[in-house]
């Protein structure tokens, strides 16, 4: 009778519970640690292409790409002039060679002045190839070249003076030659 006084359950629950809470973790954590796997090298890609870009794309269009790692960004058109003429939200993430982009909202010039706005996203998805570092093509054969990064760029705001893509590569230009002299 002293023996059975003696015997508790306790340790055998203890030792359940810690192989259930241990299945459980195994469970759910090996699918998240798979897909965070997965998500990883397209993750990696995104945060190379993540940036300000000056774009040509198919018949010399000036454009304007920023690309945010989170996926969002803009796309920003300009005349042979550098002057904007037009730009768009993106929504842009990368499946292993392929770069699908959303559009949403507009921004526009008028008399000067930035006009933007949401109107929400487009339901055609826009798909390219990553041909290289520096080409992507579109589905329907057009290719953007990704000529350089742009490290001053910013998003123009509604309301604001409307950028030149050029005026201010000539105001740099203009310091950087002042500082050598």
Same mark, same amino acid.
Request: aromatic fraction near 10%.
């Given at each position: ?38 998500? %990883?090298?397209?993750? $990696? @890609?995104?945060? =190379?292409w993540a940036g300000n ?5 198919? &018949? ?24 904007? %003429?037009?730009?768009? $939200? @993106?929504?842009? =993430? ?9 559009? &949403? ?77």
């Amino acid at each position: 009778m002293k023996l059975l006084r003696q015997l508790s359950f306790r340790p055998v629950l203890l030792s359940l519970l810690q192989a259930y809470v241990l299945v459980l973790a195994v469970f759910f954590l090996l699918p998240a640690l798979a897909s965070a796997q997965e998500q %990883t090298s397209d993750q $990696a @890609i995104a945060h =190379r292409w993540a940036g300000n870009w000056l774009v040509v794309g198919q &018949g010399d269009e000036q454009l304007v790409w920023q690309l945010k790692a989170d996926g969002t960004g803009f796309a920003h058109g300009f005349r042979a002039d550098g002057q904007l %003429t037009h730009g768009f $939200a @993106i929504s842009w =993430r990368i499946e292993g060679d392929t770069v699908r982009i959303r559009t &949403g909202g507009t921004l526009h010039c008028n008399s000067g002045m930035v006009y933007a706005q949401f109107t929400g996203w487009s339901p055609v998805t826009l798909d390219f190839n990553v041909i290289d570092g520096r080409h992507w093509r579109q589905h329907n054969g057009g290719i953007l070249a990704f000529q350089r990064r742009l490290p001053n760029w910013q998003t123009p705001n509604h309301g604001a003076e409307c950028p030149n893509l050029y005026r201010g590569e000539r105001k740099e230009s203009q310091q950087t030659a002042s500082a050598d002299n």
